[in-house]
């Protein structure tokens, strides 16, 4: 790996929690782009987290792995003071809801504890930007029978898991960090995503992977939950737009203007693959679970630009091809090999 003393690099930037699934496409996406930016990937390998994801990238003399804890002073002050990073992008987050109700510390330490890890070093070394990734579950949700209401940047923040109350936590510390040391931030709250190296816990992947096995499809209670998909690399682009463009101590939200029925996108997925629809299981509703999803993103497109670009119907055949042209990928997660 090439030192960087020896490259001049325009920027440097520290991406953490890049082994999963957003960051990892998010990091993909840079190093594409941007040929002269130095790209650090912070990341403790959860469960969730896949050093596989990032083989391609392992190579790259722009790049550096460091597997560490944003909750851990010590290692994450110790990266500043070797990188000197200009740019900070916050994707490390606990972020499976049903995980969060059985055992909500661990998302508060992560979540929490940890993007106040961050901001404490970026104040001693100095950053140009600090950039939170946030979801839109902090607003709560919506009824069902109101198509015409949507989250704005000015919804008041009324979370439903211990999960979206641990990103909520870490939004409102953000912004007090901003105001009471100057840091300059900016936040972004996005839809679901889904999209290559999604973690098959997750809803579409999950009914993709469990369909070509023939195993049941679980569905929570009737299917009727409404989300807005937001496909990852559109997720990635509006990033890139608020770190270079943004207005510091701003938020934005990130939809993807493409909003489905749970049990609509499970059907979908079966037709997809020639799968019966026999193989849908409905089972007990999750606890607390939220209605409907869905963001406005007046504010990026009028400030930035920004519109989605993929539709879902094509963005979830794009995803069901991955998936079927990637299976070891996935099928090392799910014997556990990936771990080792």
């Given at each position: 790996m090439l030192n960087k003393n020896i490259?001049?690099?325009?920027?440097?930037?520290?991406?953490?929690?890049?082994?999963?699934?957003?960051?990892?496409?998010?990091?993909?996406?840079?190093?594409?782009?941007?040929p002269k930016y130095r790209i650090i990937c912070l990341d403790k390998l959860t469960y969730a987290g896949n050093l596989f994801t990032l083989a391609n990238v392992m190579d790259n003399p722009n790049f550096r792995f460091v597997k560490a804890d944003i909750c851990d002073r010590e290692a994450v002050f110790r990266l500043f003071a070797e990188e000197h990073p200009d740019i900070v992008v916050n994707f490390a987050a606990e972020s499976h809801v049903d995980r969060s109700i059985v055992d909500p510390e661990i998302f508060l330490q992560t979540n929490i504890i940890g993007t106040a890890t961050l901001m404490d070093a970026c104040r001693k070394f100095g950053i140009k930007r600090f950039h939170q990734v946030s979801t839109d579950e902090v607003y709560g949700d919506l009824p069902l029978d109101r198509p015409d209401l949507f989250f704005t940047e000015e919804t008041a923040i009324h979370t439903s898991s211990p999960y979206s109350a641990s990103k909520a936590s870490a939004d409102l510390l953000v912004m007090a960090y901003h105001r009471t040391y100057g840091l300059p931030v900016t936040i972004s709250r996005c839809s679901n995503n889904y999209g290559p190296y999604q973690f098959p816990e997750k809803l579409i992947p999950l009914m993709i992977v469990n369909a070509l096995a023939e195993k049941p499809l679980p569905v929570y209670g009737e299917g009727l939950n409404v989300r807005d998909w937001l496909y990852v690399e559109d997720h990635c682009k509006a990033i890139d737009l608020i770190i270079h463009k943004g207005k510091i101590g701003e938020v934005y939200n990130i939809g993807g203007h493409n909003e489905m029925r749970n049990i609509d996108i499970v059907k979908l997925i079966c037709k997809e693959l020639g799968k019966s629809e026999s193989l849908i299981t409905y089972v007990a509703d999750r606890k607390g679970h939220d209605r409907r999803y869905a963001i406005d993103s007046t504010k990026i497109y009028n400030k930035l630009a920004w519109l989605p670009n993929t539709k879902f119907a094509d963005g979830i055949k794009k995803t069901i091809q991955w998936y079927l042209h990637n299976r070891q990928w996935w099928e090392n997660i799910i014997s556990g090999e990936y771990r080792q």
């Open positions: 490259q001049t690099y325009s920027l440097t930037l520290l991406i953490t929690g890049g082994a999963g699934f957003i960051g990892s496409n998010f990091i993909f996406h840079m190093l594409e782009k941007y």
